[in-house]
């Protein structure tokens, strides 16, 4: 045996052995190879406003730049209390019900591992933001996956049928990623009897709380108390705010669930980024930014979907978040991730397959245009899609 050999490491034996490289970034990458209009990436192409930039330029000159609280700022978590109260009417104390998170994902992963114990299943509706399952594994736990009817509504009965003596939570997301469709009363008062009758925790992610359209409310897992005595529900000043790339959000649970959440989070992140807590905390001192989300957002919706109507796509619902599904069975049989490069390489459009969304991949012809994004830049794509 060399020397080299003698002192080669162990191999590693990984704990996600399903991850690789994601559709995400192949046609992410692709679309900068072809040129594309890139509607396939989540998050906006346009600047956040100038106020919020320069409270964050000011919390840095004014010194601003030691560690904050592993809770996070003070002033912030107030804020979000007043905020939670005055949209859904739930009181969090924002001492000590309120966690500052490096971003939704982190604290999805945070709440996971502070409740999820090996031989824990944990339900997941399907089609799912990729990041739910590995963390789920990464706890030890298993996903019991259960897919949304062709309408992308919930099927409770399906999920009560998944339910077993080993089920430990309720994963749920709403307004939904990728589907743009919304969880109504009903939906709530099933979800709360679902987890009260099994004694079940649940973890809401509601990053796209206030990009709800045609004045629906929305529908928060803290506006019932007998749920969010149970539940991490999870936002996003990211994509409130238009700037994902800070990776700032946040975590409100009942004390004793956030004392658990908050013993990984100090030592997975410990604090987050303490200017951008200063900013946000002062920029929301006015409400009107996230008050006027929605008008915001609904007239890019409207713009977008009335220029595909007149392409061969199939409209499906957006009823909140920045994302519009179409089905393009009309158009192709070919399949989602074929017909997504397609799209990229021969018309300059980049969308998401929703097969990516499931475990199992699914075929249903549907693809994911993402409209947080310029006008001139949704012009421009709907002008390539209008060959279609």
């Not at 019991?144 to 399906?158: E, G, I, L, N, Y």
């Not at 749920?172 to 589907?179: D, K, L």
């Not at 919304?182 to 992610?205: N, Q, T």
Request: net charge negative; with cysteine; charged share 20%.
């Amino acid at each position: 045996m060399d020397a080299a050999q003698s002192f080669a490491p162990p191999p590693i034996e990984t704990r996600l052995p399903k991850v690789g490289t994601t559709i995400f970034t192949v046609m992410s990458a692709l679309a900068v190879e072809k040129n594309a209009v890139n509607l396939g990436q989540g998050f906006p192409d346009f600047d956040c406003d100038p106020r919020l930039a320069d409270a964050v330029a000011d919390a840095m000159r004014s010194g601003l730049n030691q560690y904050a609280p592993m809770a996070g700022n003070p002033e912030l978590r107030r804020v979000v209390a007043q905020k939670i109260a005055e949209t859904c009417g739930a009181r969090y104390d924002w001492n000590h019900e309120i966690t500052i998170t490096a971003g939704a994902t982190q604290a999805i992963l945070t709440a996971v591992l502070a409740i999820v114990r090996p031989g824990d299943e944990v339900i997941v509706i399907e089609p799912a933001y990729d990041s739910y399952v590995p963390a789920i594994e990464l706890a030890g736990g298993s996903a019991v996956p259960v897919p949304m009817d062709a309408q992308f509504r919930v099927p409770w009965k399906a999920v009560r049928a998944a339910l077993g003596p080993r089920t430990r939570a309720i994963l749920v997301n709403s307004p939904h990623n990728p589907s743009g469709t919304i969880l109504r009363e009903p939906d709530l008062r099933e979800l709360e009897s679902i987890a009260v009758e099994h004694g079940l925790f649940v973890v809401s992610d509601e990053v796209y709380e206030h990009m709800v359209y045609d004045d629906e409310p929305h529908q928060s897992v803290s506006r019932y108390p007998r749920l969010a005595e149970r539940a991490f529900v999870i936002s996003s000043f990211g994509k409130t705010f238009h700037v994902t790339g800070w990776k700032v959000g946040y975590c409100a649970a009942p004390a004793p669930l956030t004392a658990e959440f908050r013993k990984i989070h100090q030592y997975n992140v410990f604090s987050v980024n303490t200017p951008m807590q200063h900013g946000l905390a002062a920029y929301m001192r006015d409400p009107a930014p996230w008050r006027g989300l929605a008008a915001f957002y609904q007239r890019k919706r409207d713009l977008f979907r009335a220029g595909l109507a007149a392409t061969r796509f199939r409209l499906l619902p957006c009823e909140g978040t920045y994302f519009q599904v179409v089905d393009y069975s009309a158009i192709s049989d070919l399949s989602e991730v074929e017909f997504a490069k397609w799209l990229t390489a021969e018309i300059g459009v980049a969308a998401i397959p929703l097969s990516a969304f499931y475990d199992e991949p699914a075929e249903n012809r549907t693809v994911r245009f993402c409209f947080a994004k310029a006008d001139e830049t949704l012009r421009e794509a709907l002008g390539r899609l209008a060959r279609l």
